[in-house]
């Protein structure tokens, strides 16, 4: 068994890929050795089951920087991370909990096999994707009187990101207002102006 110390340390080593197989995290979302990998140019692939699209540590994979492709099957039948196609990490079954760092060849290579094969299979989860349903998420709550902050909690955010995307929306829509950009994006408000 090893820590998450000795995990973020695999990790660090990282130069090309990284391949994730079901939630790295707990709630599905990347750690601080990931994100340092993707500011470092590391690719990612992540494969979740389709029970996590609907996710917000899934939605907040779109807003990462870096080079984060997600794709969801059915089920994953198994847990798994795979580092450079060099090292594979397990996770180990409760009550001891855990990780199992493996760099037997041969069990890499299995590993990599599995993830190619449900990744052939598996439908794409694009960013605008991520981003549609959270921007979809983000009107209903202002609809529903939800404050900036309220509204962050809710999405697992900041309020700065709730900002930054509500001006985004009222400038797409055309709208001088949040009330008349939630009209417009219902399709109940007078047409944006042309331009």
């Not at 009187?145 to 400038?171: K, P």
Request: hydrophobic content about 45%.
């Amino acid at each position: 068994m090893t820590t998450p110390a000795s995990v973020d340390a695999a990790l660090a080593t990282a130069t090309r890929e990284v391949l994730i197989a079901g939630a790295r995290g707990v709630d599905g979302t990347l750690g601080r050795a990931d994100r340092d990998n993707l500011r470092r140019g590391v690719r990612y692939r992540v494969l979740l089951p389709d029970s996590a699209r609907d996710d917000p540590g899934v939605r907040r994979l779109g807003s990462l920087v870096g080079d984060v492709r997600v794709r969801t099957v059915p089920v994953v039948p198994a847990g798994s991370a795979v580092i450079d196609a060099a090292v594979a990490l397990f996770p180990l079954a409760r009550p001891a909990g855990g990780v199992a760092l493996v760099p037997l060849t041969s069990v890499v290579a299995a590993a990599v096999a599995l993830f190619e094969r449900l990744w052939d299979g598996a439908a794409p989860l694009s960013g605008d994707d991520v981003a549609d349903r959270r921007e979809r998420e983000l009107l209903a709550l202002m609809s529903d009187g939800h404050t900036d902050e309220s509204a962050a909690a809710r999405l697992g955010v900041s309020v700065r990101t709730v900002r930054r995307m509500m001006s985004a929306l009222m400038a797409r829509l055309g709208a001088r207002s949040r009330f008349q950009a939630g009209l417009r994006a219902a399709g109940n408000g007078p047409p944006a102006p042309p331009g």
